[in-house]
């Protein structure tokens, strides 16, 4: 373990959930770490989002592949005392549509959870009236899933950098990076530091000297989300009630859906989380009245009860979204001690454990899994 003059095993840029997961599983593993970033932890993204772990809403494919791992991994992270065991929960996911081509979205929804196996299921399929208490009378119908979870980008990310000794510096901006055959140089706006490896985990944010080409294929998607007060009735509803827009929303263009992506998800606290827009191009954290006026409406009139909660809280998070809809993860080619982990898009409070995991295993000398190696810099670079 190098910690003298400057000198780390692991320098990683970017304190969201999957810079703090690499953290973590470095620690683990005896490396010394310093984790930077520009704010403060939980400052981007993972700080204003919903935390379902979910493999219902990925694309067939590798990503799929990855959330079925990513789901078997958090079940034993928070399996008795281990690291997430108060703060990851298991619980029920409802899927719903209100018109034929979203009937559609649910049977092939219905079909690929029965390849899955484990530890997904189908726990009932059913008209929606009969499905849920306080349903509206567009819900055609419902399909309760069981086996994925949920877990808060901020509270994940607390728990990784509290639970082993990880240097922090904050605010603390990475500006540039040499390398050479034995170590990087890491530029900051607080100094220069020495690391073994560096990690790229910044989520939207650019301007580093990344080959272009990679950055030029990142965009920001901004989503609007809103907390509603508590409620002290007890609700059918134990896990978040999903649209098939939301579904669909990941393979169409927003506008071309027939009703607006949302998830009603029942916090612990009594509260709902309600989201949340998909705004191509829109790096801003900003909210507005039409945007969260379209969510509610839609919202309260799938799922009735929320008409009579206030709401106490709108905000917004920008997600990283790369053109083809997967993550980039893996070394850069020209800096072999350079790794990239960014542009997860809607899926990094899930995907943030195992990619974490796969991190250290490369740069101790394991392969990426079959999965994490098409996630590759290079697919963007050949
Ligand atoms: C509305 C919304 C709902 C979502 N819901 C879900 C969900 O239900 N399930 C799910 O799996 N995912 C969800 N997501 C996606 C998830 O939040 C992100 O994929 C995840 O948080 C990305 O984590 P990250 O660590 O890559 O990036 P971030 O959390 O954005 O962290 C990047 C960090 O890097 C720092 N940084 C940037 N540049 C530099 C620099 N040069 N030097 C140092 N630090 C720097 C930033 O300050 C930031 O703190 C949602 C996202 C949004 C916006």
Request: hydrophobic share 35%.
């Amino acid at each position: 373990m190098k910690t003298t003059h400057n000198h780390y095993d692991l320098i990683i840029a970017g304190a969201g959930i999957v810079g703090s997961s690499v953290a973590y599983h470095a620690t683990l593993k005896g490396l010394s770490v310093l984790i930077m970033d520009t704010k403060g932890p939980f400052s981007g993204a993972s700080g204003a989002s919903d935390g379902a772990v979910s493999i219902c809403t990925k694309k067939s494919g590798a990503l799929t592949n990855l959330a079925l791992d990513a789901l078997k991994y958090y079940n034993s992270l928070s399996f008795k005392n281990n690291i997430l065991s108060k703060i990851y929960h298991k619980r029920p996911s409802y899927y719903f549509s209100t018109n034929d081509k979203e009937d559609q979205a649910i049977d092939d929804l219905s079909n690929k959870i029965k390849t899955l196996g484990n530890p997904v299921s189908i726990k009932s399929d059913r008209p929606g009236k009969e499905s849920i208490n306080g349903l509206g009378d567009k819900i055609h119908r419902v399909l309760e899933v069981a086996g994925e979870g949920h877990i808060l980008g901020y509270e994940a990310v607390n728990t990784y950098l509290n639970s082993q000794n990880i240097k922090h510096a904050w605010p603390c901006r990475l500006t540039r990076f040499e390398e050479n055959s034995s170590h990087v140089k890491v530029h900051t706006d607080l100094g220069t530091y020495i690391a073994d490896h560096l990690i790229i985990a910044t989520g939207v944010s650019a301007g580093l000297n990344l080959p272009n080409i990679i950055e030029s294929h990142i965009t920001p998607r901004s989503g609007q989300l809103i907390i509603t007060d508590r409620t002290t009735s007890t609700s059918d509803l134990k896990g978040p009630l999903t649209s098939a827009s939301y579904l669909l929303s990941k393979s169409y263009i927003p506008s071309e859906l027939s009703s607006p992506p949302i998830v009603i998800d029942p916090l612990s606290t009594g509260q709902f989380l309600i989201g949340s827009s998909r705004e191509d191009n829109s790096g801003s954290s900003t909210t507005d009245f039409l945007t969260v006026k379209r969510i509610l409406s839609h919202a309260s009139s799938c799922f009735p009860p929320l008409l009579s909660r206030q709401v106490i809280r709108v905000f917004a998070g920008v997600r990283a979204a790369v053109e083809d809809g997967h993550p980039i993860v893996g070394p850069i080619s020209s800096h072999a001690r350079v790794l990239l982990a960014k542009g997860f898009e809607g899926d990094g409070i899930c995907l943030s454990a195992i990619i974490g995991r796969e991190i250290i295993d490369f740069i101790r000398g394991k392969e990426f899994s079959k999965d994490v190696q098409t996630l590759t810099p290079e697919r963007f670079t050949v």
